[in-house]
């Protein structure tokens, strides 16, 4: 599952990601995105960009994939992969290597269109929990 027991599926891992960025609401920018995470327990949350009529508060695919963490249970992201509106894969954006840096933390494996990379690779040198003692 995770720890090489048995190799993770990433087009599972994608393809939960699709379903979910079929049901994103993204009207404004017309740029629907989906996000799928495998968890250090075996489930595989999901989330999709939500946008709002008030642009700036629009949520990213990512806040709704954390929130799911938490309202299930919480637990670690382990792998995860980011779809864009064609179901190809997608990098996230800034804000949100930040978000899953959280929950993630440094060998967070990230499928990108470069190939696999740990969030370390995407994220270097995070601020996190760590510096808050
Ligand atoms: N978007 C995401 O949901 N996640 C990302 O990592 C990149 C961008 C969304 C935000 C907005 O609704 C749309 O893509 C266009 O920027």
Not at 10 to 36: I, Q
Not at 55 to 75: D, H, K, M, N, R
Not at 104 to 120: A, I, K, N, Q, S
Request: net charge negative.
């Amino acid at each position: 599952m995770t720890d090489g027991a048995a190799p993770v599926d990433w087009g599972v891992l994608r393809e939960a990601a699709r379903d979910a960025m079929s049901r994103a609401y993204a009207p404004y920018s017309g740029y629907p995105v989906g996000v799928a995470a495998l968890v250090d327990d075996g489930r595989i949350i999901s989330g999709s960009n939500v946008e709002n009529a008030s642009y700036g508060l629009s949520l990213c695919a990512e806040c709704g994939l954390v929130s799911q963490l938490a309202a299930t249970g919480g637990g670690r992201l382990t792998h995860f992969t980011c779809v864009d509106g064609a179901g190809a894969v997608l990098v996230p954006c800034g804000r949100c290597r930040q978000l899953l840096y959280e929950f993630g933390g440094p060998e967070l494996v990230m499928e990108t269109p470069e190939g696999l990379r740990t969030l370390d690779e995407m994220l270097p040198q995070a601020f996190g929990p760590q510096h808050l003692g």
